[in-house]
Structures are given as structure tokens and as C-alpha cells.
């Protein structure tokens, strides 16, 4: 385990009560507009420097329900996933501390009440991004042996990246996914259980402007 994460796991159980984290209620999704498909198919591009920018909450709730939202009466999302076991769960690490993304309720639950980002990607730039999704699939809800969950959850976790891809490139903002992740120290500090497995995480922000821009 990091120095880092020790030191905040040992930072006083009184202190992390004062900096609690409160459920965010998300505004209602902007499900209309933006670019047609094919122009939004010909600029999808991956983006690895961010600016400072925080995204809005309409932001962050049209990226979540682009990304794994409820898109049907009968809970059905956005994207597939095998049997609709729905084993995906999008945790939102942000400066001011992670939360899991309940999209029935169109909301976000509290996590973790610190600022997790430099944990989600072991590239420099993840700690600056302004949001870092972080794909977690529950292996219990899937049937076959460990490969073949692992083959299902890396599939499923795919088709939500490419949601996030292409709501990104319609948006005007960057996006990246990732492969290198500190899955252990990410899943202890996401109080993530046994059989819970980070596949992917991605950053979503501004693109930073070049001096020449």
C-alpha cells in the first residue's frame, strides 16, 4: 500500500466524519441535441491533457446517462451488458471525493470524502483531470469460471467507454480510457468488496488550450 493512501486511511475517524460527502442529486439528463453520429464517429479521439475547468452537474449527468443510464421503463441503460446482469458500477472521482453513480435515482452516493484522483491512473495527468470515472464490475452477478467473467466484464465495461467516448466528442471535451489503474490501493479506498474488480477507469475533462490556441 502507497504512503499515501495509509495517510489517509489514518486520518481521524472525527475529521472524516466533519468532511462527509452528501448524496448529490443530479439534474434531470439532457437527452436531445448534439452532433450527428457520424461527425461525432470522425472527431472521437483520446485526450490526455486536461484543463483546470470542473464540469457543470447537467455535464456530469448528461456524461453519466450517455455513459451507463437508465434509457427504458424497465430499467434497461444505455449500454448492453450479458443477460442485462447490469454488473457494472461507475464510481466518480472528483476533487472533492468519490461517489458511486445510482442511475435509477439519477444521483450520486458518497464514497469516500477525499480527493482520490492521483489513486485512478498511474499517468501524471489523471490527478489534474477534473473527473475520472472508474469501471468496477461485480463478478458475483456473472455466471462461468473466472475467465469468463472477467471476459464479460471487460466487454460490457467497453461498450459504457465508448458511450463516454462519444458523448465527449459531441460535448467538446476530452476523454481517455485506462488500463493502469493502483487497483489495490483505488479498490481499498473505494471500500470496494471481495469479488468487486476495477476493469477500466477514464478521464473526462476540458481539453487544455496550447499558447497557441
Known amino acids: 500500500m502507497s504512503k499515501s493512501l495509509i495517510a489517509l486511511l489514518l486520518v481521524p475517524v472525527g475529521l472524516i466524519t466533519a468532511q462527509e460527502l452528501k448524496p448529490v442529486a443530479l439534474p434531470t439528463p439532457q437527452t436531445s441535441g448534439g452532433r450527428p453520429l457520424m461527425q461525432v464517429l470522425k472527431e472521437r479521439k483520446s485526450v490526455r491533457d486536461f484543463g483546470p475547468e470542473p464540469l457543470s452537474r447537467q455535464t456530469i449527468s448528461n456524461l453519466l446517462w450517455a455513459a451507463w443510464g437508465v434509457n427504458r421503463e424497465d430499467g434497461r441503460r444505455t449500454a448492453p451488458s450479458a ?4 454488473e457494472i458500477d461507475v464510481y466518480v472521482v472528483m476533487a472533492d471525493g468519490a461517489y458511486l453513480y445510482d442511475a ?3 444521483a450520486l ?4 470524502p477525499a480527493d482520490l ?3 485512478a491512473g498511474t499517468q501524471a495527468y489523471v490527478a489534474g483531470a477534473p473527473v475520472n470515472l472508474i469501471y468496477v464490475a461485480d463478478t458475483a452477478k ?3 469460471d473466472d475467465a469468463a467473467r472477467l471476459a464479460t466484464a471487460n466487454a460490457d465495461t467497453g461498450f459504457i467507454a465508448q458511450n463516454v467516448y462519444l458523448f465527449c466528442a459531441s460535448e467538446g471535451l476530452g476523454t481517455v480510457v485506462r488500463g493502469s489503474v493502483n487497483r489495490d490501493d483505488l ?3 473505494l471500500n470496494l ?3 468487486q474488480r476495477i476493469t477500466l477507469a477514464q478521464s473526462v475533462g476540458y481539453a487544455k488550450k ?4
Open 83 to 86: 443477460s442485462n446482469r447490469q
Open 104 to 106: 435509477q435515482a439519477n
Open 109 to 112: 452516493k458518497p464514497v469516500a
Open 117 to 119: 484522483r492521483k489513486f
Open 142 to 144: 456473472l455466471g462461468g
Open 187 to 189: 479498490g481499498k479506498a
Open 193 to 195: 468488496r471481495a469479488g
Open 210 to 213: 496550447s499558447a497557441g490556441d
